[in-house]
């Protein structure tokens, strides 16, 4: 047994919890499923095709983003998301190397 992370997890992994964090809710993961391939969304589109409130879309859409999950730029008034694919290919292949080398 390896119990050194018994008490903390290794701060090469702190994103890596952030990520599962914020995708361990069955909303946000379905608010991920809605983006398409480098297609960016704002809140309305996503509450359009949604059953939540356009408030409860916005709280998920910044839970993500402060994951690093998806990235958020401005254009206007509107903010406009997308999935922040090269960090979550890193935060996933570092969970991959770990089952490499130790499963």
């Known amino acids: 047994m390896n119990d050194d992370y018994l008490r903390a997890i290794p701060e090469a992994w702190q994103d890596i919890s952030a990520v599962f ?3 361990g809710d ?3 993961q379905r608010i991920l499923l809605t983006f398409e391939a480098g297609e960016r969304l704002n809140v309305g589109q996503i509450a359009e095709v949604s059953s939540l409130a356009r408030s409860t879309v916005s709280h998920h859409l910044k839970v993500l983003r402060e994951a690093g999950v998806l990235v958020s730029e ?3 008034k509107e903010i ?3 999935v922040n694919k090269a ?3 890193k935060a996933f292949c570092k969970v991959s190397a770990y089952l490499d080398a130790y499963l």
């Open 74 to 76: 401005r254009a206007g």
């Open 87 to 89: 960090f979550l290919q």
């Open 80 to 82: 406009y998301f997308r």
């Open 26 to 28: 069955e909303h946000r």
């Open 21 to 23: 964090s914020a995708l």
